[in-house]
């Protein structure tokens, strides 16, 4: 059947958590964690399921409760003062604020330069809306990959639309420095382009720090910001994630999500209020721990034999098989749930230019120290 989007087929995370249920293998492919955010926030939407709040549809923009705390969480951790009621937007997780805000903001034929690898949503995004994606190859070297600022500066052209960014960065854990975000600044206001930035990883950077671009001179005006419960608060399933930008373009975004679900997730949108509001103790802890996870695996698949880039962010590990003798990811990832029973991603499904991506698997550290061991154990034997 020739349809629109065929190219996009089953995404690569159902696929793969597909196979790590038929094979009982552990699944370090698909990002969610296997232990469930914190049980304050649990109880707080039992509450609100209990009190009938969020029942039926919440308004449009979200519930103030939670536009409220998403300001005041930009401001109090950020200095970005928003305002609750025409610059925040509450959508059902980051994926529909990716889509909304692409749909909204490029037109058939709009170039929109993003980097690669590329999480999958935004190729297929950049489609729906008729866009053309230019990506900017992300190249490792051994402290990680990196972004050419003049590659990305020669991948504007008149055509260009916007910028689409990920910092931290999913798949390679990249943390964009401020040097960088900088020069990415002052190009988009040379330029005159429009910058979504997906933040959904802020909370877990494990060595320098988030600088979210809309605080740099210049941006606060041309930045839709993305970010996601699912990742800071671990609450994946609940599907709230928001956007914070200008009138504009809140109005611009809120017009598309309109059309896709109205609203979703109401009483979920009371206990992310709460969670929110949780003291830094609670990140910093979520940090913390992910960042010894990071190092538990990081040295596991070193002495498996792999290939390590150590991430400075998300909780992914991009490596490289070429060390062990094999050459094409795709192929090792098919084979690794029978071989090792352990499930990860070949990241070259996050590339338009798969040679740069053959050789690359990406693992989830987002798992219990006891499954991360497991896993380092099977891979070892395998
Ligand atoms: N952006 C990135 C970079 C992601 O890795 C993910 C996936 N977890 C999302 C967006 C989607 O987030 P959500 O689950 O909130 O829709
Ligand atoms: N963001 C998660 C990942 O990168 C998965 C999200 C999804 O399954 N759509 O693994």
Redesign the pocket.
């Known amino acids: 059947l020739n349809v629109h989007l065929a190219e996009f087929g089953t ?4 696929e793969m ?1 597909a196979l790590a249920v038929r094979t009982g293998a552990i699944n370090l ?4 964690p296997d232990t469930d955010g914190p049980e304050a926030v649990r109880e707080a939407a039992v509450r609100a399921l209990r009190d009938g709040r969020g029942n039926q549809y919440p308004p449009g923009p979200g519930v103030p409760e939670l536009r409220h705390a998403i300001a005041v969480h930009q401001q109090t951790r950020y200095g970005l003062a928003y305002d609750p009621d025409r610059e925040v937007l509450v959508t059902a997780g ?2 529909e604020a990716i889509a909304a805000s692409l749909l909204a903001l490029v037109a058939p034929g709009d170039e929109v330069v993003g980097l690669e690898p590329y ?3 935004y190729a297929a995004c950049i489609a729906m809306a008729g866009g053309k994606r230019v990506p900017v190859t992300l190249r490792p070297d051994e402290t990680g990959f990196h972004l050419d600022l003049d590659e990305l500066r020669a991948a504007v052209t008149d055509r260009t639309r916007l910028i689409l960014l990920n910092t931290p960065h ?2 390679t854990g990249t943390v964009l420095t401020r040097a960088e975000l900088t020069a990415i600044a002052e190009l988009a206001v040379e330029r005159d382009l429009l910058v979504i930035t997906d933040e ?1 990883y802020e909370h877990l950077v494990f060595d320098g720090e988030h600088i979210p671009l809309a605080s740099l001179p210049g941006m606060r005006e041309r930045t839709v910001t993305i970010s996601s419960s ?2 800071s608060l671990s609450f ?1 399933g609940w599907k709230v994630g928001w956007i914070t930008a200008t009138p504009e373009l809140v109005t611009a975004v809120r017009t598309a999500k309109q059309f896709l679900t109205y609203v979703a997730s109401g009483p979920f949108q009371y206990a992310i209020a709460e969670g929110l509001a949780l003291p830094p103790a609670y990140f910093d802890g979520l940090r913390d721990e992910l960042r010894a996870k990071r190092d538990l695996l990081a040295a596991g698949l070193e002495d498996v034999g792999f290939k390590v880039y150590r991430p400075a962010g998300t909780y ?1 590990i991009t490596t490289d098989i070429t060390p062990l003798g094999a050459r094409d990811g795709v192929e090792f990832c098919l084979a690794l749930p029978e071989r090792a029973g352990v499930v990860a ?1 070949p990241t070259s499904v996050f590339y338009d230019d798969k040679e740069a991506g053959r050789s690359l698997v ?1 693992f ?1 550290f987002c798992k219990k120290t006891e499954v991360l061991e497991e896993a380092v154990a099977r891979l070892k034997s395998w």
Do not use: C, E
């Not at 995404?11 to 159902?14: K, L, R």
């Not at 492919?29 to 969610?32: A, E, I, K, R, Y």
């Open positions: 995404t690569i995370f159902a958590s492919g698909q990002g969610f980051a994926t999480y999958d949503s999913n798949p959904v699912g990742k994946t992914f991603i990406r989830a």
